[in-house]
């Protein structure tokens, strides 16, 4: 079965500073891997995903996360974070299958401080 | 286009009592899922419906959680009786037809319940 660790629970960081939001999984056959965002009193949102090929995935906002497969890692960052960032991150994995349920991680909570 | 709508937005219940939440997905998008959001954790998948056929409900407590789908559009999440350890957010989602793994699921804002 699928896995996934999100270690830091809460992320306070300084408008303009960078941001990373770590993300590690456990699979022992090929994933997809997601990254959703559900700002407060929202629905979550799909941020970016990775299925196959180049492993840096941007979003139209900034994001990106890199999936590294040997350290079974999928971490999101962003350069320069903005007060708008705010908000719960989740990171998903789910079997490359033609249907598996989607696993969530326990979400980080990012905070941007002005 | 709306996106998913979901009702009540808030329910607040003593425990014994039952609770409905209702669930409308994206027009044209015939995979529902149901999903058990606890805080401070991520969604956890209750059901997935098929058009009108539930494909996955290994994780739904059926003893007293029950769901439909009767048309293949709106959808209905049924706690009968409710227990104080039931409070939590239930999310609704969707997504296009002939799931994927890798199908974008849209989520609808949750309904928050609070069982006393």
């Known amino acids: 079965a699928q896995s996934v660790t999100q270690l830091d629970s809460q992320v306070p960081v300084f408008e303009e500073a960078p941001v990373e939001l770590r993300c590690n999984y456990s699979?022992?056959?090929?994933?997809?891997l997601f990254w959703y965002v559900q700002y407060p009193n929202q629905g979550l949102q799909l941020l970016l995903k990775y299925l196959s090929g180049s492993t840096l995935v941007e979003s139209i906002n900034g994001f990106e996360a890199e999936f590294n497969k040997s350290q079974t890692s999928f971490h999101l960052r962003k350069p320069s974070v903005h007060i708008s960032d705010t908000a719960e991150y989740f990171c998903a994995v789910t079997k490359k299958t033609s249907y598996d349920k989607v696993i969530f991680g326990p979400g980080t909570s990012l905070s941007v401080i002005p | 286009e709306a996106g998913v709508v979901q009702s009540p937005r808030y329910k607040i219940i003593e425990k014994k009592q039952p609770v409905a939440f209702w669930c409308n997905p994206i027009?044209?998008?015939?995979?529902l899922y149901w999903y058990l959001q606890n805080l401070g954790q991520g969604p956890e998948l209750l059901i997935r419906?098929?058009?009108?056929?539930?494909?996955?409900d290994s994780q739904l407590p059926k003893d007293r959680f029950s769901a439909e789908r009767l048309k293949g559009v709106d959808s209905t999440l049924k706690i009968q009786p409710a227990e104080l350890g039931d409070s939590a957010v239930y999310l609704c989602?969707?997504?296009?037809?002939?799931?994927?793994?890798?199908?974008?699921?849209?989520f609808g804002p949750g309904t928050r319940l609070t069982v006393l």
């Open positions: 989602a969707s997504s296009r037809t002939g799931a994927s793994s890798y199908n974008e699921q849209f």
């Open positions: 699979s022992s056959v090929s994933v997809y």
């Open positions: 027009s044209g998008h015939n995979t």
């Open positions: 419906y098929e058009n009108e056929e539930a494909v996955d």
